[in-house]
DNA sequence: TATGAATGAGCATTCATTCAT
DNA sequence: TATGAATGAATGCTCATTCAT
């Protein structure tokens, strides 16, 4: 047992996970080898295609991860019992935060996934089309009941939003000026001012 | 002599420039090589090494042609003789319809500029900048003399905006139901709307 | 334990015979992976070098299994009470008959004998001629008592019937116009025809 | 030019194709590598592919060049002015002549056949299946003119006739006690015997 | 101004085998 | 008697770049 947790008692997979994630976001996927990856890992490359079938695998656990992750996030906001301008400003700004928190799984999620085997894409797209769908709900649901603006389709509001938050990794720095909650705040408010009547 | 030019009478440099755009943006910098370069533009690799230095060059010479334009348009709505907030809306949507009008060029911008070779990734960053400068400035007169709401950065405002155009690539359709234009209406509508006081 | 033979009551080193046998066949010793053997078995790879010292002994053993069938076969033609046209025919068509019965053990045979270990090699080829020299044994017969023609050596008389037998897995088909009793008819023929004198 | 013909002159996709039949032929496709191809040829494996798309195409420029040498040859004998059984004598120890002096093509030809991918094996069938039909129509016109028995199918005799030229790989050896047209005229005459009426 | 043969380093993946349990 | 995680070496193939012509 000891041959599968060497260093410091984390499994395989999830080391090369790890590994994985960081490289995919440092130099992209295309340019991260899988034996980089298992250097970092401090496996072989039999041990990683042990537990994954392909590069292509290893980058569709990350996208699983994320996924999951805000999906799970967003469905609590958006179910809390709370008036929708208030769900919808605690979701828009959790988002963010959790964005800056896992700024690595946000860059490949934005710039590697177009690297994604067909099949395995169209699945990430459809769990991407129902975070979206969800967070449309409640845009429409605000429109429906009068306290947000209808100017403005509710699809759009939404690709609005989750351009800024896409963008993050593009400049946000963590030793910036602004702490990932005041970012969050902030874009959460340009998003509910925008949506007023 | 007339070599240079055989299909169509388009000078080489400008049909390889051509390819190497449409390729970069149809599967990503890393998936297209030389070879599919210069079979699309119909000559051979001792044509593209005579006029690029690198593959990595040609990269850098689409950013080139994307950001002088982008920024020459910024300049002339910035400069325009009418009051602030027109000019911001002008600006906003402008950028819009010309990166949807050129969603090759925005896709590769978004995706590979991580890319590029350090010191042509300075350049361009600094390019970058100068561009982020002249659109903040907007947004900080508008917020000095009172038309726009000074509760969020000009910094933020701005990435917020730009995070939307950066978008566009992921979910602009031509065949959708909005029209470049009544994209571009609407999302610099969100922005004066996040602006108002 | 009854732990060695779940599916169907067949021992473990059977059905790993079995399944390397047709997969031998189907694909070539090469393309045939160990993993996919132990599968096709429904064992693990442990249980596969359990029992077998290597992919290569797999290969031996199916070759044993063949050889020592086809020896007692020719053994029990050979040792008939009948007059030596009669046995010769017998024998040449009776491997007829039983390499079309088997012929996934036949073309394994004569597509991977290359890949046998040198001691392995050497052993089925003293096999092999053993089994020769006991079919040239008839001929030889048939000759010294003047009822084959001596025109052409015994040697050579017995491998252009055994090329004919290697052959049938080129051309071979169940589902074609004859029956492997009728092309064994044929084939034992040609060769006493061209054996008259 | 100094550069494609180190090695005596011969150019590098001769040499090549030299290399991989002897290297094929002595231990089968799967187990020769394309380093080893390349090493043999005096070349690095760029070169290979520049000139040759992949491994398996190789083998098939080896097929191709034995087919069209016995397909020319077995037309020459097929077409000339003589008896029919004189011609078929001829062809069918012609080719045993030349299978001897090329019997590298020819454990290859036998051996590898199954690894050619599908168009690839199709291509190779649909040649090899003209060849048999050449050689079959000789046999048939004796068959029709009665020269020849009628006991046995054609087809089926033909099969004989070249599971021996088949099996030549196996046993024959340049310094055995046969030389090749001694080889040739015994086993034209097994087949010739074969068809007395 | 252009060709295209050749390089050489790198790539993702496969696989027979071992061994602690 | 059997497991399955892990190894490590090898495999076929790709590709940006160079350079004699």
Redesign the interface.
């Known amino acids: 047992m000891a041959r599968t947790t060497e260093p410091g008692g984390t499994p395989v997979p999830q080391r090369l996970l790890a590994a994985a994630t960081r490289l995919f976001a440092e130099?992209?996927y295309?340019?991260t080898s899988v034996q980089e990856i298992v250097e970092a890992a401090g496996v072989t490359k039999g041990a990683l295609y042990h537990y994954f079938g392909s590069k292509d695998d290893l980058l569709h656990e990350v996208y699983g991860r994320v996924l999951r992750l805000q999906q799970e996030r967003l469905d609590a906001f958006a179910d809390a019992d709370a008036p929708v301008e208030q769900r919808l400003r605690d979701a828009a700004a959790d988002v963010v935060v959790t964005t800056i928190e896992n700024l690595d799984d946000a860059s490949i999620f934005?710039?590697s996934m177009?690297?994604l085997s067909p099949e395995k894409d169209k699945q990430v797209r459809s769990e991407r089309r129902r975070y979206h769908e969800r967070f449309r709900a409640l845009v429409e649901e605000g429109q429906r009941t009068g306290v947000f603006?209808t100017?403005?389709?509710a699809d759009?509001?939404v690709?609005?939003h989750?351009?800024?938050?896409?963008?993050?990794s593009?400049?946000y720095r963590p030793d910036g000026p602004?702490t990932p909650q005041e970012?969050a705040d902030?874009?959460a408010?340009?998003?509910l001012?925008?949506?007023?009547p």
């Open positions: 130099r992209g295309d340019r934005f710039r177009h690297h603006s100017a403005t389709p759009l509001v690709d609005y989750f351009g800024s938050v896409h963008h993050l593009t400049w602004l970012v902030h874009l408010d340009l998003l001012r925008a949506l007023r």
